[in-house]
Each structure stands twice: as C-alpha cells, then as structure tokens.
C-alpha cells in the first residue's frame, strides 16, 4: 500500500502527509546541515536574515520589494539593487596597481591584487 504525501524534502526527497511530519523530518535530520528551513516551501538558510529576505520576496504578500528597471529582478533591500545595478554598468572604478586591470567591484580588485601575474615579474 502507497501512502499519499503531500509534501516532499527538498533535500532528500522523502514524501509526508503533511506540515507536521515534515517539520518533525527536519527536526530529526537536523535540518539537512541548514541553520533554518522555511516552513513554508522548505528551502534551507544558513542564517536567519537570509531567511528573512527570502520570506519578504518569495511569501510575503503585496511585495514592496526594490525591483531592476533593468532586468526586472527583485531583490530583499535598496542596498541590494544598488550594488546589483553595476552589472548593468560598464564604470570601473577600481584599477590594479600591478597591472591597470579594472573592476566594477572593490573586493574583487583585492583578490586579483593577490594572485597579479604582474606581482611575479617584479
């Protein structure tokens, strides 16, 4: 005899009737190595903010969330949608000193700093 299951583990696939045998799932399994599962659709955060941010965009009702007026892609905080729209930008502030490469992004510069083949040739 099959048992009918409704909802399914994203991570392990196991099929439950219902919410409370998967949340007592999660409990047993330690949520998969996930610090929190949303309970709504069972996707896994390593941290609360993360599931925070997913909750606002993805289940919240009436999403006020910044949008791209570009691609069209939402995202959790204005901040968020600021340093997004530099993919959209070909300004690069930031050059290497090394070679003269440039980059959009700040720590992007600094790790190729690090590994500049140009470092080598001095």
């Not at 609360?48 to 791209?68: A, F, L």
């Not at 502030?93 to 700040?106: A, D, I, T, V």
């Not at 790790?111 to 140009?118: D, G, Q």
Request: charged fraction near 30%; aromatic fraction near 8%.
């Amino acid at each position: 005899m099959f048992m009918r299951t409704e909802r399914v583990c994203k991570y392990c696939k196991a099929g439950f009737p219902d919410d409370q045998s998967i949340l007592e799932h999660y409990a047993l399994v330690n949520n998969h190595g996930f610090a929190i599962i949303c309970h709504l659709c069972g996707k896994g955060f390593k941290t609360v903010i993360g599931q925070q941010q997913h909750q606002k965009m993805e289940h919240e009702s009436g999403k006020d969330c910044p949008r791209c007026e570009i691609c069209n892609k939402v995202f959790s905080a204005k901040s968020v949608l600021l340093v997004h729209r530099k993919v959209h930008s070909d300004y690069r502030p930031w050059k290497c000193s090394l070679c003269g490469s440039e980059f959009k992004h700040k720590h992007v510069m600094l790790r190729h700093e690090r590994t500049c083949k140009s470092k080598l040739r001095k």
